[in-house]
């Protein structure tokens, strides 16, 4: 059974910072890019960042770009969104998300997600 299980979600203030984490387990993710999406209250999942297998390329949204870090350790099968000088339009749940090999922003090209984590940013 694939699994992928957020954590570190919570209530912080504006200016405050969060780091998310995704703990992959199940199957070998071996190849895998690994990306964080979020979705806030009626409106669709949006992409948030990207890392490929290697670390080597990643990609952010622009509005979390300088502010948001996303990084992985594969021994751990373990990736993270470091989110520092949040703002409440921040505020959503955050989901990880696998596919094979390409990195990419977009919502329908991943397999595998987990439930999500709750961000609440407060003005």
């Known amino acids: 059974q694939v699994q992928l299980l957020e954590s570190g979600g919570g209530l912080v203030q504006a200016g405050g910072s969060l780091r998310l984490s995704c703990a992959a387990s199940g199957r070998s993710f071996i190849g895998y890019a690994m990306g964080w999406f979020r979705q806030a209250p009626g409106k669709e999942r949006e992409f948030v960042s990207v890392i490929s297998w290697s670390g080597g390329t990643t990609y952010y949204a622009d509005s979390v770009k300088g502010r948001f870090t996303i990084s992985r350790d594969n021994a751990k099968n373990t990736v993270y969104l470091q989110m520092n000088s949040l703002k409440p339009e921040d505020t959503a749940v955050y989901y990880c998300?696998?596919?094979?090999?390409?990195?990419?922003?977009?919502?329908?090209?991943?397999?595998?997600w987990g439930q999500g984590t709750q961000v609440t940013v407060s003005s």
């Open positions: 998300a696998a596919r094979p090999l390409v990195p990419t922003m977009t919502v329908e090209e991943y397999n595998y």
